[in-house]
């Protein structure tokens, strides 16, 4: 017997097919906005409360993205997904804050007759143009935000989703769409144009506007363009411009990871509105559109955010538990792994296995509590391009972002490693040490030959050391420099000891075969991606007994060798609570500290 429910759940998918529903989150986000809006204004609420408020919009899209499982229908935004996704629908993004560019004004609500409208997460309106005390100007903050510096292809998922479901009607019509939007895309053109838009009289006008309401004006410079669309064509890049709402300032900081869920709006239905002559959006938006081109640089009207972790871009779509037996088989698959990739050289695998799951957990004075860098010597350049190759291939297919840094003299010379803002374009240039948290750095230094070092060749070297050394990385204000806390896991491969980066471990590389380059099994992967993200965040203390024992071996090893410094003992501590978090366990115990100091003699004999 069919159930009655059954039927009517049917008969409401098809009118949703044909007209689409006012609460269709992902095709008609806006209508969501819109009916929300009207119900606050209907219940005798005024607008001008409404500035860095919600009026109840949000609850609609949370229940929907996180209680009805509609997050796994969102759209991923990112340089495959763009050419199928439609304008004003609902999409993630999952970037970088590399920029922040300050906030912007706009008509958030507007009198139609006697009928109050929004133009929230909408980039203009159909408002009339001029200052009315019918409208209500409010404010949002603009992010710059790009894909994750070194992410690895594999993170970004394989699926874009339901696009449009409900409007493109079956996956053939869709796929037919997607085809004309690429060749559409291919064919547009991707510089804004500027001289148009500096030139015209309804820019001028908008500008005297701006001045009226103490609105910000800026010259901005079109250099950045043609720099961003040289990096767009020269890789599978995706910027975006998020626009966020009624969020507090400190919840948004400088090089963290987000996903932004909301509307998305792109250059073509940007330029149609142009011709609406909506001249008070344009005006305020004018900088923005010299400098980020839409058809480059999509729109993004945050509606939900939320931050992620390196555990976020795992290939495991679900949470894995598994027991302190299962991690210590998970970690001797991961450790023989390694130990076959270094050419059987236990002792280094042992070592780059801790220095993978290091990071810093406290900050003492200026020194990074848990930070363990790693510079295995030994290489040359005939080794370095079957181990150090086959090393650097076997560290991207488990850790989320990686980089990658072949050190010359040439390089320092010319490289930009620290950010650094340009006041004329009023941008923050990105440089190569702006990571983000979490981020695997390896650095080769069998190329570097004797040479000279110019002034920035210098400085490169200095901002290397810092960040090894404080983890730190410098940024250039101009009229001031300022250190950014970071958290990036170094990995040097050098012949002998690098002078220019001082590691915390230096490890002679004792190779007895040559490396594997066999295939992964891919659940084995998924484990190791799992483990070294979660086994390194798991908390660590010593219980008094064995505080005791490490102190009195810690006086010993002093004893020993006057050299040794308070860093040096800090560091076997590091050393003791990684090798317990290596084992899934929370506190050190006499068998994982007795294993720490074999670990350091077998170390010190290979240095003599």
């Not at 998020?242 to 239905?269: A, C, M």
Request: charged fraction near 25%; charge should be negative; hydrophobic fraction near 35%.
């Amino acid at each position: 017997m069919v159930d009655r429910r059954e039927i009517e759940i049917e008969i409401q998918r098809e009118n949703a097919a044909m007209v689409g529903l006012p609460y269709d989150f992902l095709v008609n986000p806006l209508g969501a906005v819109r009916s929300t809006f009207e119900k606050a204004i209907s219940s005798g609420s005024n607008p001008a409360s409404f500035d860095g408020k919600d009026w109840g919009a949000l609850e609609p899209f949370r229940h929907f993205l996180f209680d009805q499982n509609g997050l796994s229908k969102v759209p991923i935004l990112n340089a495959s997904s763009v050419r199928c996704v439609q304008p004003n629908t609902l999409v993630r993004f999952r970037g970088m804050i590399q920029d922040m560019l300050g906030n912007e004004f706009y008509v958030g609500a507007y009198k139609d007759g006697t009928t109050w409208k929004t133009t929230k997460y909408t980039d203009s309106s159909q408002c009339p143009t001029g200052v009315s005390p019918d409208m209500r100007i409010w404010e949002r903050r603009l992010l710059y935000c790009v894909p994750v510096p070194g992410q690895n292809s594999w993170t970004e998922s394989s699926s874009l989703g339901e696009i449009n479901h409900s409007a493109e009607g079956t996956s053939e019509t869709r796929q037919k769409r997607c085809r004309l939007d690429e060749n559409a895309v291919d064919h547009m053109d991707l510089h804004a144009p500027s001289d148009e838009l500096q030139n015209s009289s309804s820019t001028k006008k908008l500008k005297d506007e701006q001045l009226s309401l103490g609105l910000p004006s800026q010259n901005i410079s079109t250099a950045a363009t043609s720099s961003l669309s040289t990096l767009c064509a020269e890789r599978d890049f995706l910027p975006c411009l998020v626009k966020v709402y009624d969020t507090v300032e400190s919840e948004l900081k400088l090089n963290d990871v987000f996903e932004f869920i909301g509307v998305i709006t792109l250059g073509t239905e940007q330029k149609a509105e142009k011709d609406d002559h909506d001249e008070f959006s344009d005006g305020l938006s004018e900088d923005l559109s010299v400098q980020f081109p839409p058809d480059m640089v999509p729109r993004l009207h945050c509606v939900i955010h939320r931050k992620l972790a390196v555990h976020d871009f795992l290939r495991t779509s679900h949470v894995l538990e598994p027991t302190t037996h299962q991690i210590k088989e998970i970690r001797a698959t991961l450790l023989n792994h390694l130990t076959v990739t270094l050419g059987n050289d236990g002792l280094a695998a042992h070592f780059l296995l801790l220095h993978l799951l290091s990071k810093v957990h406290a900050r003492v004075d200026s020194m990074a509590v848990g930070k363990l860098s790693l510079n295995l010597t030994g290489f040359n350049r005939e080794s370095m391009s079957i181990f150090g190759n086959q090393l650097r291939l076997t560290v991207k297919s488990f850790l989320p972002f990686t980089e990658y840094i072949p050190l010359t003299v040439e390089y320092l010379n010319t490289a930009s490693l620290a950010p650094k803002k340009d006041y004329e374009i009023n941008r923050l240039v990105p440089g190569v040490l702006q990571l983000a948290e979490g981020t695997h750095l390896m650095i080769d230094e069998t190329q570097l030959e004797v040479g000279t070092l110019s002034s920035l060749g210098v400085e490169n070297a200095r901002l290397l050391k810092n960040l090894m050394e404080l983890q730190k990385v410098e940024y250039d204000f101009k009229y001031y420099k300022m250190d950014m806390a970071t958290d990036v896991q170094l990995l040097i491969l050098s012949e002998g000891k690098s002078n220019i980066l001082p590691a915390d471990l230096v490890v002679p590389f004792q190779p007895s075969s040559v490396g594997s380059s066999a295939i992964t099994d891919m659940d084995a992967l998924e484990a190791w991606g799992w483990y070294l993200s979660n086994v390194r965040s798991l908390p660590h203390s010593i219980g008094s007994e064995m505080q005791q024992v490490v102190e009195n071996d810690l006086v010993e090893v002093k004893q020993a060798d006057r050299s040794l410094g308070s860093q040096d003992l800090s560091r076997l501590l590091t050393i003791g609570r990684l090798v317990s978090a290596s084992y899934g366990e929370t506190s050190l115990s006499l068998e994982h500290w007795q294993m720490v100091k074999e670990l350091e003699r077998l170390r010190r004999e290979r240095l003599t």
